[in-house]
């Protein structure tokens, strides 16, 4: 045979010398410059002996892509932990092999394979690791499965808007051309979604039916009948008939299979009568799923909630963003300013927003982005909006101004209409970010304390640390985004506490304080009060107080 790639010495040496390997039988490939060396193994019983012949797999040019050992094409979806090319994955986490030279990789790998795979195979220990990750095998199913009469495939995705029921559902939807399919019951949000994507959209009828369990790959259906079948089964014949038999028939079809784990799309293209059945991925795009993958305990209440937020400047603008990507159902966005140039450096909005106010620049920024929020922009001061809102329709009034007028108007229109509020502001610098929650307390003086003055962590600032515009009488404050991020965070956390814990009989104050190092390193100094005091080798300090 002729070599056409140069082997690595040691790693011919150790293939040569393994008895699992037929060496002399071996084989290069230009194109993909790897190495391929057959792999012996135990004789499998009759039933199991569907591996075909397992080579193993040596990229040859590149030192970071890793070996592997490859089945044969009949093996797939019919063995787990194939994906669709026939590449086996034998380690939850392949990035532990590369912490080994070659041929130390090549020995875990083989060592894995001939020690603990086949006899796991073998044995029918790895039959239900179909069931671990369904969505995955799916995915392999449909790659592989041949196109009848569908359109391009990257474009057949669909998007499950609505959480999974527990009974079946038919209704009208589209299928986005740019996109895939939008499969929703919520008007409102698919209506918000359908606006946010530039798309020329046809009508589809869609039927999610639930089931209990997810498929095996050996049950997936592959004919109409059988799809008819499983949704007789599931969702009861009357509704199988009026869906397969009722509408319009020149208008596509999709079932969606839900299971608790995974979800399976059937797509019947109008053109074939609607005779012809083309699997589809689902992509799960509900709320739950979206914002609460880890905290499902709290996104209810986020959805429901109703929050109103005065300011949409650079710190409000992110705050504003967190709380819409935590799934918040609806922000009212109270700001009366212009998007400015010098606003770029520390806003979420860019250049395109030049010369436009900001509150309705970031509704349409973020809420074409997250159509699950409703973001409603109120282009006006705040002493207007005040005099003409009810607030207490609001379960939290969030205040980043940091003006003093607005902490006045606020606390007066908080003791005819009773609602939590939460201040939030920046010392120069941002040395120190602090957050204020109030819940039964209306002013902010508490025993003879100024709780705004009390809450600084740094006294005697310069007069002169304040920049000017040019060409304006606007002052303002230096920082950059990076510092900026600390101080929402810490807002937008404190936010979404308020919505969904009890209600504290006391003001609390957080505040985000930077050590002496930080501090000293700015243009300007000032005194640092004694509760801010941190020891030497503290960068940072998130600090609680009660009031």
Known sequence: ??????????????????????????????????????????????????????????????????????????????????????????????????????????????????????????????????????????????????????????????????????????????????????????????????????????????????????????????????????????????ETQRFFHGGKPNVAKLVVFRSPTCDYGYYLPAESKLKVINPIVCERADPDWLFGRYQEFNLKSYEKSKIALIGAGSLGSHILHILAHSGIGEIHLIDSDIFMPANIGRHMLGVTSLGKAKAIQLSTLIGRDIPSCEIIPLYESVQSWLKRTDISKF??????????????????????????????????????????????????????????????????????????????????SPYTTDQLSFAAGITAEECLLALTHSPMNYVKIKSWVRGEEYSKNQKHAAERRDWAILPKNIDAAIITRQF
Request: glycine letters at 4%.
């Open 1 to 238: 045979m002729t070599e056409r790639l140069k082997i690595p010495s040691d790693v011919a040496e150790w293939c040569d010398s393994s008895p699992w390997l037929v060496w002399e039988d071996r084989g290069t490939s230009l194109e993909k410059s790897v190495l391929s060396v057959p792999i012996r193994h135990p004789e499998l019983s009759r039933g199991r002996d569907i591996l075909g012949r397992p080579r193993l797999i040596i990229p040859l040019s590149h030192r970071h892509e890793r070996p592997y050992v490859k089945l044969d094409d009949i093996a797939i979806l019919k063995v787990p932990h194939i994906d669709e090319q026939g590449k086996l994955c034998l380690f939850k986490d392949e990035e532990e092999l590369d912490y080994f030279s070659r041929t130390e990789q090549l020995s875990k790998i083989l060592k894995r394979f001939i020690d603990i795979f086949i006899p796991a195979w073998e044995g029918g220990h790895l039959d239900q690791h179909f069931y671990d990750e369904p969505e995955n095998y799916w995915h392999v199913y449909v790659q592989l499965y041949p196109v009848k009469k569908m359109r391009k495939r990257a474009n057949l995705t669909a998007y499950l808007l609505s959480r999974r029921g527990k009974k079946s559902l038919r209704y009208d939807s589209y299928y986005l051309e740019n996109l895939g399919f939008l499969c929703s019951t919520q008007t409102n949000f698919k209506t918000r979604f359908l606006s946010s994507i530039k798309s020329t959209r046809y009508k589809c009828s869609v039927f999610e039916v639930p089931i209990f369990s997810a498929f095996l790959p050996s049950d997936y259906p592959t004919s109409l009948d059988q799809l008819k079948a499983i949704c007789r089964a599931a969702a009861g014949a009357k």
């Open 395 to 476: 379960d939290l009034i969030v205040d980043v101004t940091g003006e003093r007028t607005v902490r006045e108007v606020l606390a007066a229109k908080r003791i005819v209409q009773h609602v939590p509020l939460i201040t939030a502001w920046m010392e120069p610098y941002i040395t120190a970010a602090h957050v204020a929650i109030f819940h039964d307390q209306i002013s902010w003086h508490v025993d003879g304390l100024n709780l705004w003055h009390e809450a600084h962590a740094f006294t005697g600032w310069p007069e002169d640390y304040l920049l000017s515009e040019p060409g304006c009488s606007s002052r303002f």
